[in-house]
């Protein structure tokens, strides 16, 4: 079994920024892929960003320019940068691992941007 579980959530004010960190523990023999999905109020969950074991790295088209994601293999941690937020990227973000084991999921984190 994996764990994940995220911090750095919080209150921005819009044009800000906060940094989400997800750790990785458990049963782990290979993380290939880590990344951030986020659910608003009323809406489906959606990718925000992931990226591969091997360095690859995709974002939805809304964060493009905005969020940065990346890792740190030897910590088995994963990153969501994000700047220049805006009140719509409101929304509970989870972190997601996929290993040939299977595919798992942080508890969420709050992220509000309101003025």
């Known amino acids: 079994q994996v764990q994940l579980v995220e911090s750095g959530g919080g209150l921005v004010r819009p044009g800000g920024s906060l940094r989400l960190s997800c750790a990785a523990s458990?049963?782990?023999?290979?993380?290939?892929?880590m990344g951030w999905y986020r659910q608003a109020p009323g809406k489906e969950r959606e990718l925000v960003a992931h990226?591969?074991?091997?360095?690859?790295?995709n974002y939805a088209d809304s964060v493009k320019g905005r969020f940065t994601v990346s890792r740190d293999n030897a910590k088995n941690t994963v990153y969501l940068q994000m700047n220049s937020l805006k009140p719509e990227d409101t929304a509970i973000y989870y972190c997601?691992?996929?290993?040939?084991?299977?595919?798992?999921w942080g508890q969420g984190t709050q992220v509000t941007v309101s003025s």
């Open positions: 990226a591969t074991l091997g360095g690859s790295t």
């Open positions: 997601n691992a996929i290993t040939f084991q299977g595919n798992y």
């Open positions: 458990g049963t782990i023999f290979q993380l290939n892929v």
